[in-house]
């Protein structure tokens, strides 16, 4: 078979993603989302699936890239970015996840007063990347050991953006690491800064806005700024796969 240089899983593991994703109650996290920028989805891979996926990152044959964090004053630890072909199951995650957000995007976008639809299909999404010369696959898996901590940042790789992503927690609190909490910053205009610890357990997903949100008040919607890290891991060690529905420049 040659290599699917779109980014697309294939079509069995899309299928059991695709049922998978649907069974959540997106109603509910569409309503998270929108009200707290984050919403968890509880126990999207088994334990099993979260050791295999964290099993691949000592095998550089699955990536195009290796990050230090304090090289680049990211932080400290390491991910890797993969390559085309993604993983099965993480393709047919980011393929399966896509239409749910892209609702969400979209009603954002119209609140927030941005041009621009995001069509239903990742597919096209994708094709809309490669046109505009973001080709360049985004998923990653991180690895955090005692002392590793993740910079507050936005994970936005040239002019197209897709404003939602998920995290995916590998490993197990309290038995493969201690600290290590995911957060959230919310950057309101002329007030302080809202913060949102995101509690995760094994296999948990946290879908959450890459850079801007809506937000609602008295006078209508307004813009907030956002930012998502990573608090110092006291033991242990912590993997998470990162799903970013972009291509990269
Ligand atoms: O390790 C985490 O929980 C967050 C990783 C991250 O920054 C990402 O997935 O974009
Ligand atoms: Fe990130």
Same mark, same amino acid.
């Given at each position: 078979?040659?290599?699917?240089?779109?980014?697309?899983?294939?079509? $069995?593991?899309?299928?059991?993603?695709?049922?998978?994703?649907?069974?959540?109650?997106?109603?509910?996290?569409?309503?998270?989302?929108?009200?707290?920028?984050?919403?968890?989805?509880? +126990?999207?891979?088994?334990?099993?699936?979260?050791?295999?996926?964290?099993?691949?990152?000592?095998? /550089?044959?699955?990536?195009?890239?290796?990050? @230090?964090?304090?090289?680049?004053?990211?932080?400290?630890? &390491?991910?890797?970015?993969?390559?085309?072909?993604?993983?099965?199951? =993480?393709?047919?995650?980011?393929?399966?996840?896509?239409? @749910?957000?892209?609702?969400?995007?979209?009603?954002?976008? /119209?609140?927030?007063?941005?041009?621009?639809?995001?069509?239903?299909? @990742?597919?096209?999404?994708?094709?809309?990347?490669?046109?505009?010369?973001?080709?360049?696959?985004?998923?990653?898996?991180?690895?955090? /050991?005692?002392?590793?901590?993740?910079?507050?940042? #936005?994970? =936005?790789?040239?002019?197209?953006?897709?404003?939602?992503?998920?995290?995916?927690?590998?490993? #197990?609190?309290?038995?493969?690491?201690?600290?290590? &909490?995911?957060?959230?910053? &919310?950057?309101?205009?002329?007030? #302080?800064?809202? $913060?949102?610890?995101?509690?995760?357990?094994?296999?948990?997903? $946290?879908?959450?806005?890459?850079?801007?949100?809506?937000? #609602?008040?008295?006078?209508?919607?307004?813009?907030?700024?956002?930012?998502?890290? $990573?608090?110092?891991?006291?033991?242990?060690?912590?993997?998470?796969?990162?799903?970013?529905?972009?291509?990269? +420049?």
């Amino acid at each position: 078979m040659p290599p699917r240089s779109s980014g697309l899983a294939s079509p $069995v593991a899309d299928s059991s993603a695709a049922a998978r994703v649907a069974a959540y109650d997106w109603p509910a996290l569409a309503g998270e989302l929108d009200g707290y920028g984050c919403a968890v989805l509880p +126990k999207l891979l088994s334990p099993e699936e979260c050791r295999a996926i964290a099993a691949l990152y000592p095998d /550089e044959s699955h990536f195009r890239s290796h990050i @230090h964090m304090a090289r680049h004053g990211f932080g400290r630890g &390491e991910y890797r970015y993969f390559k085309y072909p993604l993983p099965d199951l =993480l393709g047919g995650l980011r393929t399966a996840l896509y239409p @749910h957000l892209a609702r969400v995007a979209n009603a954002w976008n /119209e609140r927030m007063g941005i041009d621009g639809h995001f069509p239903g299909d @990742h597919a096209s999404f994708l094709a809309r990347c490669h046109d505009a010369g973001q080709t360049r696959p985004t998923p990653l898996l991180l690895q955090y /050991e005692p002392g590793d901590f993740n910079c507050l940042h #936005q994970d =936005l790789y040239g002019d197209l953006a897709f404003p939602i992503q998920a995290a995916i927690l590998l490993s #197990q609190p309290g038995a493969d690491f201690t600290g290590g &909490e995911f957060v959230l910053t &919310e950057q309101r205009p002329r007030m #302080q800064s809202r $913060v949102e610890v995101v509690p995760l357990r094994q296999g948990d997903a $946290v879908a959450f806005a890459v850079h801007n949100r809506p937000v #609602q008040g008295s006078k209508g919607s307004y813009r907030v700024n956002l930012r998502h890290g $990573v608090s110092r891991v006291r033991s242990g060690r912590r993997h998470t796969a990162g799903i970013i529905f972009h291509d990269a +420049k």
